[in-house]
């Protein structure tokens, strides 16, 4: 078992690795794209590119630090706990809205 959870945690890492690696590499490509484009079309063309480029790069590093928040948190650590305790806490629910039912009371629902 700690076999298979050493090869899924490689997969995450070499997945995340290649996903960043793809991401940032069209990244920079569009920032060179926006660049090139700004610089050719004279000064009226830089003053109209700077504030969507601003506004991309500040998104690019918000989710960027939100990736390494969740990864360095160990939020991928054990993605499957989530549906388990989503199921564990669906049958608490039924079991006491059962329980109600059967005691004659209401359900808040």
Sequence with gaps: MAEK???KRW???VF???MVALAGTAFVVKLIEFFTTATQGGPEA????LIPV???????????C???WAY??????????AKYRMLEMQDQFDRQELLAQH???????
């Design 5 to 7: 959870s050493k090869s």
């Design 11 to 13: 997969f995450l890492v």
């Design 16 to 18: 995340s690795i290649v």
């Design 46 to 49: 830089l003053g109209s590119f």
């Design 54 to 64: 601003l506004n991309y790069l500040l998104v690019a590093a918000g989710f960027f």
């Design 66 to 68: 939100l990736f390494l």
């Design 72 to 81: 360095f948190s160990g939020q991928f650590s054990d993605v499957e706990a």
């Design 103 to 109: 005691n004659g009371g209401q359900t808040n629902g």
